[in-house]
């Protein structure tokens, strides 16, 4: 037992990256720092330069939607947790998010706001930030996040500073021109050009920053630094020769550089939790509680110093906390108990949601903070597609195991789920499921690019209610732990769990939503009927060779048609008139009327002869209405053959049986469904074939 535990203690050890563990713990003097500044003047950036450029450094890329220049930025999809905190479906609101942390960067005046990220319970707020803080530990972890702090050598023994702040505040005020000009001599070209007290314009990695020595030190650092100066009689050099520059990682858990303030109720509440509080013990140790060695500099403003500080439901707190909210965000300070303003530079970030943003806006006392707040809305996703991406990343094939999900059951709950947050369309031939098509990209007969832009102007507000994906997730668990008894999870279940949920939700605060919420969930299971016949459809109409020779025949009736020529009669060896009967059974299919049927044939004839000029070979499935129109047709003659509402009668003889089977094979084999889940699709299609429903799917 021991020999192994060694074994593994040697495994665990050979996995330790000891030459990062030293990069990451690296200390030097001062004089060395600066030599580091000057050779990468990035290690310097400010709190938002350096979160800007971690999110640019995992790459975007754009595209265009409803006339529309999107960015997509890589890093919103969780490259540190296999996607787990991925966000989907919301690029336009990242985008001006981070069009938000780019002009903070650039200090264009957003640096001093509080950004507020505000939308419905589950919109991913609180996703959207904790990528953030993830990101920012692993950023300062690499040589090209780099940072760094000080801490003293003192008589008493060593001190870090409690704030982790630039070891350039100990730059005195009157030298800090000539000495960023110094550091930044050899960048931009060679030179930099001087942009008023201690700062200069470079060109960091092609950023353009301003490179700035902007804030004075800490009230604990400074007492250190007049004690020495004192003691040294003034001499700087003597000064900077207790102080050792160390590398610094971002950590939540550590709490370095990272904050998170959860407001608590009213009564528990108190404002030293953001900016510090005496340390009482030490009072008598010092003598007085306005020594900083007296002091804890541990509020969440402190420790996040040079990172991030998050405040979850940030309009929850009480209005103490608002005022030292507004000096952090716009002055760029805090101030401690007892002590005067202190520099901060962080991200201030909070998160909100639509009933206590109306109490803002409400409030006439909060005008201070309105106006030093920058909201960006984050709405539920209103593209289906995204919506399923959603599920499919926590119920995918590792996440269960045991259970197989059958096709279809994530996208109809993420179909309901967008439908719930969508506006009845205001186009009378248009509905609401057409309507989340046309979101979804999907293209519509009658309706443009255009039309899909005139919907979402008439709504601006979708998405910002309706149910969110985190009601449907535990629907889909409920499920998933209340069939236990069988090998698959189908759409049924999950429904059924949807709408016994309604009854007891506690967002859906009256009688009329829970009554539409409901009456959509019919909506939706009307589409699944059709997906599901379209599936079967394709299944039965599988065969190559059948759906080949369908092909091959109608082309030739309709190459003789448009030539006017006769067809040599296989059989018989009599020249005969085209098989008009069979060309109309395959036209009739996909709507084509009598007086545009030579409008469709010399279609298809002109299609056929531009695929041989290309040098290309017609196949049955080339031409998308006409691959269409012969399934439709093959399933029209196979289905009786096969016949499927015997499936719901008690006896299906051997060769019904072999002919089902057939069938059931291509479901699992092409469609993605198991033996189970494909004998249910079957028995369902069957049992609307059986109650006479036969429209065929659109």
């Known amino acids: 037992m021991n020999h192994l535990g060694s074994n593994l203690v040697l495994e665990i050890q050979n ?8 990069e990451q713990h690296w200390t030097g003097s001062f004089a060395d720092y600066l030599e580091l500044v000057k050779q990468k003047p990035l290690v310097a950036r400010t709190a938002f330069q350096r979160l800007y450029d971690m999110i640019i450094s995992y790459g975007s890329h754009t595209y265009t ?18 996607g787990a905190d991925a966000v989907f479906g919301l690029d336009k609101q990242l985008m001006e998010l981070v069009q938000i942390f780019q002009s903070a960067a650039q200090g264009y005046g957003t640096e001093r706001r509080v950004l507020l990220l505000h939308g419905p319970v589950g919109s991913s707020k609180s996703t959207i930030v904790r990528l953030l803080k993830k990101g920012l530990e692993r950023y300062t972890a690499n040589d090209e996040g780099a940072l760094y702090t000080l801490e003293w050598e003192t008589p008493d023994g060593q001190m870090a500073c409690p704030m982790h702040e630039d070891p350039l505040h100990l730059v005195p005020t009157n030298a800090r021109p000539k000495i960023v000009a110094e550091l930044m001599n050899g960048h931009q070209n060679g030179s930099t050009k001087e942009n008023g007290s201690g700062s200069h314009n470079a060109d960091n990695n092609g950023m353009g920053y301003t490179t700035v020595i902007r804030g004075e030190l800490c009230p604990a650092c400074r007492h250190v630094y007049r004690s020495l100066m004192a003691t040294y009689e003034g001499d700087w050099s003597k000064v900077i020769e207790h102080v050792r520059v160390k590398r610094l990682v971002l950590s939540e858990q550590d709490r370095v550089g990272i904050g998170t303030f959860q407001p608590k109720d009213e009564k528990n509440q108190d404002s030293t939790e953001l900016t510090g509080d005496i340390n009482y013990r030490k009072i008598a140790e010092y003598g007085s509680d306005s020594d900083p060695r007296a002091f804890n500099f541990d509020g969440e403003l402190n420790i996040a110093n040079r990172g991030l500080v998050e405040f979850v439901e940030v309009l929850k707190l009480d209005v103490a906390f608002l005022y030292d909210l507004l000096t952090a965000s716009q002055e760029r300070k805090i101030k401690p108990k007892k002590f005067a303003q202190t520099d901060i530079d962080e991200v201030i970030i909070g998160h909100t949601n639509e009933p206590e943003y109306r109490k803002l806006l409400a409030n006439d006392y909060m005008q201070a903070l309105r106006d030093r707040t920058v909201k960006i809305d984050i709405p539920y996703v209103t593209r289906y597609s995204d919506e399923i991406q959603i599920y499919e990343r926590d119920f ?98 999950v429904m059924r769990e949807l709408e016994d949920g309604l009854s007891h939700h506690s967002l859906i605060t009256n009688q009329r939503d829970r009554e539409r919420y409901s009456s959509l969930l019919t909506v939706v299971m009307k589409e699944y009927d059709e997906i599901v016949k379209n599936e079967v459809q394709r299944a039965i109409t599988a065969d190559e060779s059948a759906i080949r020779r369908l092909a091959a025949n109608y082309i030739d009736n309709l190459r003789a048609y448009t030539q006017h ?38 279609e298809i004839m002109n299609y056929i002869g531009a695929l041989a000029i290309d040098g290309k070979k017609f196949e049955w499935d080339s031409n998308e209405r006409l691959r269409k129109a012969l399934e439709l047709k093959l399933f029209e003659d196979q289905k009786d053959s096969i016949k499927l509402t015997s499936l719901v009668s008690s006896v299906v003889d051997p060769e019904m049986q072999e002919k089902i089977d057939v069938v059931k094979a291509r479901l699992i084999k092409n469609f993605g469904y198991n033996d189970t889940s494909a004998t249910d699709v079957l028995n369902y299609v069957a049992s609307i074939f059986a109650r006479g429903d036969v429209k065929e799917p659109e």
Request: proline share 6%; hydrophobic share 30%; charged share 35%.
């Open 15 to 22: 996995m330790q990256d000891i030459s990062a563990f030293k």
């Open 65 to 82: 939607t409803l006339r529309e220049e999107l960015t997509h930025y890589n890093f919103f999809d969780d490259p540190f947790d296999d």
């Open 396 to 493: 995918n094939r590792k996440s269960v195991k045991a259970k197989h999900i059958a096709p279809h059951t994530l996208e109809v709950a993420a179909m309901w789920a967008v439908l719930t947050r969508l506006d009845e369309p205001k186009h009378a031939t248009l509905t609401l499921m057409q309507k989340l098509k046309l979101y979804d990209g999907r293209s519509l007969p009658g309706f443009t690019e255009e039309t899909v832009r005139e919907l979402k102007s008439e709504s601006p507000n979708e998405g910002m209610g309706g149910i969110s994906p985190r009601y449907v997730q535990d629907k889909i668990s409920n499920a998933l732990v209340a069939y236990s008894d069988t090998d698959t999870l189908n759409p049924f279940m």
């Open 565 to 602: 020529e006769k067809l040599k009669n296989p059989y018989t060896g009599q020249s005969e008139e085209p098989d008009e009967r069979l060309m109309r059974s395959i036209e009739e299919k996909i709507d084509i009327p009598e007086g545009r049927k030579d409008d469709f044939r010399r």
